[in-house]
């Protein structure tokens, strides 16, 4: 980001924050050349972060990982077809974090909050494959938040 002033690309940033609306970061920047002030907005790229898998490995973030796990929670409901707009919901949640890196555990938790607010049935499948339930007493307890 250049400074608007005098074309220096070298800033200081005195302040930020995510502009959830938009998933856009708004950053007020100090030019370290002319020291004057300004404001820049921007959209973090799909590599600006990290993913933190369980292991401690990082990697960088897959937007087209994420939106699997979606497509096949998902399948044969009715809200197959608000799968982009469902993605692209939790890339902007993560994207307003504007973290250089996120655990996986964090992401998985984005997808469950969002699956369940669409799709008891999504959500469940989801559920039983991130946390890797292995007894089907963990499945039943899921299921008994859906009781009414
Ligand atoms: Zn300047």
């Known amino acids: ?11 200081q940033v005195l302040d930020k924050r995510a502009v959830k609306s938009t998933g856009e970061i708004r950053r007020r920047r100090k030019c370290l050349k002319c020291t004057r002030r300004y404001t820049t907005y921007e ?14 490995s990082r990697q960088p973030f897959d937007i087209s990982k ?22 692209s919901k939790i890339e902007k949640k993560l994207k307003s974090k504007d973290k250089k890196e996120v655990e996986s555990k964090v992401i998985g938790q984005t997808v469950l909050t969002e699956l369940k607010k669409i799709d ?22 899921e299921l008994e938040q859906f009781k009414v």
């Open 1 to 11: 980001m250049n400074c608007p002033y005098c074309g220096k690309n070298q800033s």
């Open 43 to 56: 959209r973090l790229g799909d590599l600006e972060f990290y993913v933190i898998k369980r292991d401690g």
């Open 66 to 87: 994420l939106r699997s796990g979606v497509v096949k929670a998902l399948e044969k409901r009715p809200a197959f077809s608000r799968i982009e707009e469902i993605v």
């Open 120 to 141: 008891s049935v999504a959500y469940l499948r989801f559920v039983s494959v991130y946390r890797q339930f292995k007894d089907p007493g963990d499945f039943s307890k």
